[in-house]
């Protein structure tokens, strides 16, 4: 690439937001689709993977302020009734020991590098009509912010990778 088209390419990824590489920590950083890469929760000196390591997962927060985010572990049994509403006892615990989804709107602290969901409903039902705060970073592609109150106890490390 010639220093001309290397210099409009730099130019514009600056004065457009395109990812440059730098680390950055604004609102308009966090707008797109991400997929899970991990979330490891730490309790009393004990780290885990509490979806699994090959968890799935999805993250969007749009332009306007609403978000929505699903984590998935991909061992979840099959309901030997073929009727989620008739799940037994130990296929129940293990959908909700291996799911968790919240949606809502979420706003941006770019001076404390942090984000809050304003959750409006979740699977995990003490955090609806609740209000989560996260610190976060993006680098590149990648966004990972910490929970200090994970849904399972302890404190959660989670890794994003951009989908879009």
């Known amino acids: 690439m010639n220093g001309r088209v290397a210099f409009v390419t730099t130019f514009l990824a600056i004065a457009f937001g395109a990812p440059t590489g730098s680390t950055a920590q604004t609102a308009k950083d966090l707008v ?61 615990k293990a959908v909700v020991v291996g799911s968790l989804a919240h949606f809502g709107t979420y706003t941006v602290d770019e001076a404390d590098k942090s984000f809050t969901f304003h959750i409006e409903c979740s699977t995990y039902p003490n955090w609806s009509s609740s209000t989560q705060r996260r610190a976060f970073s993006v680098a590149g592609n990648e966004l990972a912010y910490t929970d200090p109150n994970a849904s399972a106890g302890g404190r959660a490390r989670v890794i994003w990778r951009r989908a879009d």
Request: hydrophobic letters at 40%.
């Open 32 to 92: 797109g689709s991400w997929t899970l890469v991990s979330a490891v929760t730490e309790r009393e000196g004990v780290k885990s993977d509490i979806f699994g390591p090959t968890a799935k997962g999805a993250l969007v927060f749009d332009a306007r302020g609403r978000y929505t985010i699903t984590f998935i572990s991909p061992e979840l049994p099959k309901f030997a009734a073929n009727n989620r509403a008739a799940g037994s006892p130990e296929e129940n």
